[in-house]
């Protein structure tokens, strides 16, 4: 199979979140002001359940099946039995999924009138089973993926314009709010058919698979305890208005963290395949090149975030959802070690077999979160609910550098001085510029002006630096031009 250029993959796939990001800062605000805040809490409060029934319907398949159909992915045959051995895995967890989901909400009183929302909902949960996304990972398809969200969002768009017209309409928003993994699920049953043919396949190895995948499974539930878990504590604490207030931080948070997820998740299968063939330099030299990437990105991000807090969540949610703000600037924070935390436990962990390692770090932090969340929220309220994820986010980054060095693994000359100088030095001119665009009466305006006037100032300090990362890609884009 040809090798795709991992940089095109990774503009690609970035490009795609950025198009998923466009689309939300158009539709949630038209829903935040439609819906309201009462309603908007009620739907997200349902939907961080409907995250736990999800991870347990695919109980760690994802990231799993990357990594071992990466290796066996120019062999059709074992693909197609590998693959559908896996998939056959998450029809069998998916439904243990739906019948629990369904105990929960006759055992537990206070969801019985969110069980609306709950049925319309749990049609993500079937159709993320049925579409196996993660095959158009294994085989890089990111040109498909990225023209498929553009039209789903599109779509989307326009079905929620034409039938979210008033606080009644909360059932609509509620199923429109999970329409893209319905949407993806459907197109995958035709498109994924070129490259696997899915089927129901029973052996005996289906056993084996589950203490296989336990360790994934166990990482990606306890991710989403301590992500989660602070939206259903404040709202059994505080009540539906404080979960929409926190939900508005908590999207924008989720919208920022999802393209620098897309950048690296488009590494897996390669570092997955160099791992394997234990190909140390082409290992070293991919994963040295995502965390550059990373710091001259994530750090200006987060100071963004962090400066221009406010007039975002008046863009995003309004007036109504100012108090957000506070929020958002600390989940700022949570999100450069959600970042760096990601890049070792999916592109260094993951390849090299240490996912254990993985799930140990989530479940102390979920530990962590749950227990910290409880007195936080009763304090600080839904800043207390940030955080904890703070916290978290930061526990399961330190303790898997310590134990990959306690386990002797050396990667040296991965981590950049030169790329965390230079972003210092970017970050202190995007400072400068905040005092006086934030005196700008209109948000928008201050928005728009922050943006432009901060990309130009950090990027121009780290080109005048001779900053590599900067240098090669303008290289590339002046060579570019210079041949149309």
């Not at 509620?174 to 089927?199: D, E, H, K, Q, W």
């Not at 990105?297 to 007039?311: C, D, F, K, Q, S």
């Not at 006037?453 to 005048?464: C, H, M, P, Q, R």
């Amino acid at each position: 199979m040809k090798r795709r250029s991992l940089k095109k993959n990774a503009i690609l796939n970035a490009l795609r979140s950025i198009i998923a990001v466009i689309f939300p800062l158009v539709t949630y605000p038209y829903a935040a002001r439609v819906v309201g805040v009462e309603h908007i809490g009620r739907v997200d409060y349902v939907a961080h359940y409907m995250e736990y029934f999800t991870l347990l319907a695919t109980f760690g398949t994802t990231t799993f099946a990357i990594r071992e159909c990466a290796a066996v992915r120019d062999d059709r045959r074992t693909a197609d039995e590998q693959a559908s051995e896996i998939w056959t895995f998450s029809l069998c967890t998916t439904l243990i999924s739906l019948v629990l989901m369904v105990i929960l909400i006759l055992v537990y009183g206070r969801l019985h009138s969110y069980a609306p929302i709950f049925a319309i909902q749990c049609t993500s949960v079937v159709f993320t089973t049925l579409g196996a996304d993660w095959i158009n990972v294994v085989y890089e398809n990111f040109g498909y993926v990225t023209v498929r969200g553009v039209v789903i969002n599109i779509l989307n768009m326009v079905l929620l314009f034409t039938f979210v017209r008033s606080p009644e309409d909360y059932l609509v928003y509620a199923f429109l709010n999970i329409a893209t993994p319905v949407f993806i699920g459907i197109s995958n049953m035709f498109y994924i058919r070129r490259f696997v043919t899915l089927r129901p396949f029973f052996s005996s190895r289906l056993k084996e698979l589950t203490g296989r995948l336990w360790p994934f499974f166990i990482n990606e539930f306890s991710i989403a305890i301590y992500v989660g878990a602070d939206s259903i504590i404040l709202g059994i604490i505080r009540g539906d208005y404080l979960v929409g207030i926190y939900s508005v931080a908590v999207k924008i948070y989720t919208i920022v963290k999802s393209v620098f997820i897309a950048i690296f998740s488009v590494t897996l299968s390669r570092l997955s395949e160099h791992a394997a063939h234990r190909e140390e330099d082409q290992f070293r030299a991919i994963l040295s090149g995502v965390i550059s990437v990373f710091i001259i990105l994530g750090i200006p991000a987060m100071t963004g975030m962090i400066l221009y807090a406010e007039p975002i969540v008046l863009l995003v949610g309004g007036d109504d959802y100012v108090r957000a703000a506070g929020s958002l600037r600390l989940l700022a924070i949570a999100l450069i070690f959600a970042v760096f935390g990601g890049i070792v436990t999916n592109c260094i962990d993951v390849p090299l077999g240490f996912e254990k390692v993985n799930s140990r770090a989530t479940v102390i932090a979920s530990v962590e979160n749950i227990v910290l969340n409880i007195p936080f929220i009763f304090l600080w309220d839904e800043y207390g609910a940030a955080a904890s994820t703070i916290m978290a986010e930061m526990t399961v980054l330190v303790y898997c550098i310590v134990m990959l060095k306690r386990s002797g693994v050396s990667l040296p000359g991965i981590i950049s001085g030169r790329c965390l100088r230079d972003s210092a030095v970017g970050v202190l001119f995007m400072i400068a510029v905040y005092f006086p665009v934030r005196l700008l009466d209109n948000y928008v305006a201050v928005i728009i002006a922050g943006v432009l006037l901060s990309v130009v100032v950090y990027f121009g300090a780290i080109l005048i630096l001779k900053n590599p990362i900067i240098l090669e890609g303008k290289e590339k884009l002046l060579n570019k031009l210079q041949h149309r």
